[in-house]
């Protein structure tokens, strides 16, 4: 886990320029850098971390982000790692049935801080497609690189399915039909964050 976390930390701050572009386009363009602010602070702390379970490095990480990440994305994708770690907690190997279970607990985080739901041109739009193709495959007794490769696809047209829709949440939500035609940045950074967990099982 802490090796799949620095994976996304590189991920988020390779991306870090195409992600406050995003932002630039529909919201205050403070998306990239704060993420990659966010997960270099976790990085920092991650080595300490070594030989705790699961869900101690998971709720390490939301706190951490939630301190360090400014905007909405601190407190979204920080309780999203606090819930995962709660449902976690304990566990030294997580199976397929563990990682639905954390990205269910995660996902319910964020509609709860965020009231929000798909539709709505936000990360929910990449994650919970995800998160149903996920629990399909693992449901289904596929492998679990299998099911979330799946996962990552659906992840990824969630992605593009943020383009055509209008936010009605957050700031871009300002600019009303605007922001069509635009992806969402936060539906971009939980693509990679999926992504590189693929990348590093």
């Known amino acids: 886990m802490i090796d799949i976390l620095k994976a996304i930390a590189a991920k988020i701050d390779e991306e870090k320029d195409y992600l406050t572009e995003l932002d630039n386009e529909i919201a205050d363009g403070d998306h990239g850098v704060n993420m990659a602010k966010g997960f270099d602070a976790v990085v920092a702390k991650l080595d300490a971390m070594a030989g705790k379970d699961i869900g101690s490095i998971l709720k390490t990480t939301g706190m951490t982000l939630v301190s360090t990440v400014g905007g909405s994305a ?8 606090m819930k995962a770690g709660a449902k976690l907690a304990g566990k030294n190997e997580m199976d397929g049935k563990d990682l639905v279970d954390a990205l269910e607990a995660a996902i319910g985080g964020i509609q709860m801080r965020g ?8 990360m929910l739009d ?16 596929e492998d679990l690189k299998d099911a979330l490769a799946k996962a990552v696809k659906a992840a990824e047209d969630g992605v593009e399915y943020t383009k055509t829709i209008k936010a009605t949440k957050g700031r871009a939500s300002y600019i009303g039909d605007r922001s069509i035609g635009h992806q969402d940045p936060g539906a971009t950074s939980a693509f990679y964050m999926l992504e590189t967990l693929l990348a590093n099982i």
Do not use: W
């Open 74 to 81: 601190g407190p979204l994708y920080g309780t999203a790692f």
């Open 115 to 122: 009231k929000a739901t798909t539709g709505e041109k936000t």
């Open 126 to 141: 990449a994650l919970c497609p995800a998160f149903d193709a996920l629990k399909e495959g693992i449901e289904a007794g």
